[in-house]
């Protein structure tokens, strides 16, 4: 343990972003405020998806969290007690994304051992859970129950990354978000649409529709939205630490949720109960892992390794990219539909998954091979990452699983200090909304994390559920070094999508030579081994002629990913980057402007 007394520490305690919006009480609108209306100034900062700078810098969906973040740093804390703020934050003010009972990747590079050190937190099935526990399961209600909870990660990644890495206790870094839950955050659009598309559900929980349909309807734009009991839960946390969860009180609570979920009398939705017990939580650990690492034109990128199929997909893409004469759109979505094919073929939480033959250039020149002047047929087969390649070996005949739909869930947060520490860190309760269930009395949703396994039956799937096993994630979150200094770090909500936004944005920089706004901002597609590659509307506006033209087909989708990242662009400057406008735009911020 690396504990560094922060002289500053103490007053961390008393540290939060400024006072919310306004001092309406809870649920209360604010006059006048309406979906286009600006929200009421926030302290001295507005959201802004970019800001350049010195000292630090931080991204994130929310102003709230990218504030808990700037305000750790501005106070001396490193790197990691600010993403844990921020993350501690995204569970108050984007809850249907984020939240303590829900799990994550954390990838950190620490500036003084020069190394890049990994966290799995991903949610884990119960010991009871077999192979066979999804069959017969209709996806739609497997999303809301109780089976689908996974054992939550987040707060043991929180807290071996503090006790590793960070300077601040657990009490410390959370307590900005427990102003923000307590004096409240005004209802965005986002929220309030996140919100209303989940009502039908959310009121078939009567502790879920307590908290968040408070007159039986989603909060209003504009309205200040106060979660008291998440700030006592929070309180409670750091008081007794990640042990009232794992084996006390909290966690006897969660079990009860999931085995008893709390439905409305009168809802006739079937809610299947989980399998989850305290004994599932007291065994679980969050895991140091080897990050995965690629050499990708003169850079070192480095992601997360299984059990997230974010690092090996990324990772072999951009191999397959740099054994091509060229590389445009057409490349990005072929590379990425090989990718994918041996993904979902190799990855899961299983042992003996060949990562390094998957990052290998003799396995990314024999895929590249196979891309041609025109679009390949998808399902393509995956390739034999066996170690034996020849040039252009044509496919085989296995098929590979098709891919689920995916949705907008999930958040990205990156954080650079003072130091040069450098954070990237994805957190999530799966769907939007979790499983629907609020825990009763502690403000917080339970994640559904466990239908990111394959629902079966499916012989020979990596990715069927069993006991203690982790669902395969997609999340990417991703540090790019040159010369074996950080220079960029990325990452993404969207399911599998992140895969396809990491990497496009990856090939925007460092193909297509736009800055980190520009690629960013640039309309998105993906493509996951699928007939059809999901665009945006901007990218098939753009794009959809030349590229049908080479047998590609689309399917239009309203919106990919909402990424953050940071570059750093020289002499000790940060430039931190969110959205400008993919779900509401993020919030960018920097420690100062001036050096
Ligand atoms: N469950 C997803 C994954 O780990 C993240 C949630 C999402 O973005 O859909 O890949």
Known sequence: MRRVIVPAAAALIALAPAAPATAAGPQQKVPAAGPQQKVPAAGPQQKVPVAEGYGGAAATVDLDATRAAIAVLRKGGNAVDAAVAAGATLGVTEPYSAGLAGGGFLVYYDAARR??????????????????????????????????????????????????????SLRQALQPAIEV????????????????????????????????????????????????????????????????????????EIVATVKRPPVTPGSTRNVRPGLMETSDLTAYRALLREPTKISFKGLDVYGMAPPSSGGSTVGEALNILEALPRVGLHEYLESSRLAFADRNAYIGDIPGVPLRELLSDGFAKERACLIGERALTSPV??????????????????SS????????????????????????????????????????????????????????????????PGPGKRPRSSMAPTLVFKGGEPVLAVGSPGGATIITTVLQILVNRYEFGMSLPDAVAAPRASQRNSAQTQAEQAFLDRYRSELEARGHAFAPTPEIGAATGLEFVGRGRVQAVAEPVRRGGGSAMVVSPRR
């Open 401 to 464: 699983p098709a891919a689920k739909a995916e949705g907008p869930e999930t958040t990205h947060l990156v954080v650079a200090d003072r130091w040069g520490n450098v954070v990237a860190y994805n957190l999530t309760i799966e769907s939007t909304g979790g499983n629907g269930i609020v825990v009763p009395g502690r403000g917080v949703l339970l994640n559904n994390e466990l239908t990111d396994f394959t629902f079966g039956p499916a012989p020979g799937d990596p990715n069927l």
């Open 381 to 398: 087969a995956p390739g034999s990452p066996d170690g034996s390649y020849e040039p252009c070996a044509r496919p085989g005949d296995a």
């Open 115 to 168: 190394k890049v050190f990994t966290i799995d937190g991903r949610e884990t099935a119960p010991r009871a859970m077999t192979a066979t526990a999804f069959e017969g399961v209709p996806f739609e209600e497997g999303v809301t129950s109780g089976l689908s909870a996974g054992v939550p990660g987040t707060v043991a990644t929180w807290d071996l990354a503090l006790r590793r890495f960070g300077t601040l």
């Open 181 to 252: 839950a307590s004096k409240g955050f005004v209802v965005d659009q986002t929220f309030y649409d996140q919100t209303a598309a989940n009502a039908a559900r959310f009121k078939d929980f009567t502790s879920t529709a307590k908290l968040y349909l408070p007159n039986g309807a989603p909060p209003p734009v504009g309205s200040v939205f106060r979660n008291p009991e998440l700030a006592d839960t929070y309180r409670e946390l750091g008081r007794r630490g990640p042990g009232w969860l794992y084996g006390g009180r909290l966690g006897q």
